[in-house]
T-cell receptor, first 114, second 114 residues
Framework: AQTVTQSQPEMSVQEAETVTLSCTYDTSENNYYLFWYKQPPSRQMILVIRQEAYKQQNATENRFSVNFQKAAKSFSLKISDSQLGDTAMYFCAFGGSGTYKYIFGTGTRLKVLA | NAGVTQNPKFQVLKTGQSMTLQCAQDMNHNSMYWYRQDPGMGLRLIYYSASEGTTDKGEVPNGYNVSRLNKREFSLRLESAAPSQTSVYFC?????????????FGAGTRLSVL
């Protein structure tokens, strides 16, 4: 069975600095996809970035980028130029090829300090 | 564009009462999901509906029932609420592409069972 581990329950970063959130996963599959979702205090789950396992190039969306290490089964999220609006809970999620279901990590609570 | 709409946003029940959580999506997605979110445990899948007319159990289905009323609507029913069902409930939808899907979430329902 697949598992997703986020080992940092809480993190903080100064505004305008860079922070990296860690995620590791375990799977025997070769084709899969990974996601980072953001959950601000409003509770709405917002897709931040996604990565297909067959792609070697790391995904980037504006200030958000990932470091995808397939052999190490690691999928970290880097937030550059952190903003107060980035304060949220961040969830890493695994989706297996051919399955509808996601496996979520337990989340990392990020606080951006002014 | 409303996306995924959940009602109600908040609810307090007494032990043994029943209620139905409503979810509707306007993105013409074929798949819909119900999750619960508990502190320190991420999101766990309760039930999902891969397509209209089908439903399947997820990781934590006990105490719940679902109905895929039509392509747009997917409801979650608690027949006899228990304090252990106090949680935040999220509905999501996705369009199955053939081997992967991106799930879009509603704003959640905070349920307290006293």
């Amino acid at each position: 069975a697949q598992t997703v581990t986020q080992s940092q329950p809480e993190m903080s970063v100064q505004e305008a600095e860079t922070v990296t959130l860690s995620c590791t996963y375990d799977t025997s599959e070769n084709n899969y996809y990974l996601f980072w979702y953001k959950q601000p205090p409003s509770r709405q789950m917002i897709l931040v970035i996604r990565q297909e396992a067959y792609k070697q190039q790391n995904a980037t969306e504006n200030r958000f980028s990932v470091n995808f290490q397939k052999a190490a089964k690691s999928f970290s999220l880097k937030i550059s130029d952190s903003q107060l609006g980035d304060t949220a809970m961040y969830f890493c999620a695994f989706g297996g090829s051919g399955t509808y279901k996601y496996i979520f990590g337990t989340g990392t609570r990020l606080k951006v300090l002014a | 564009n409303a996306g995924v709409t959940q009602n109600p946003k908040f609810q307090v029940l007494k032990t043994g009462q029943s209620m139905t959580l409503q979810c509707a999506q306007d993105m013409n997605h074929n798949s819909m999901y119900w999750y619960r979110q508990d502190p320190g445990m991420g999101l766990r899948l309760i039930y999902y509906s891969a397509s209209e007319g089908t439903t399947d159990k997820g990781e934590v289905p006990n105490g719940y029932n679902v109905s895929r009323l039509n392509k747009r609507e997917f409801s979650l029913r608690l027949e006899s609420a228990a304090p252990s069902q106090t949680s935040v409930y999220f509905c999501a939808s996705s369009q199955w592409t053939g081997w992967w899907n991106i799930q879009y979430f509603g704003a959640g329902t905070r349920l307290s069972v006293l």
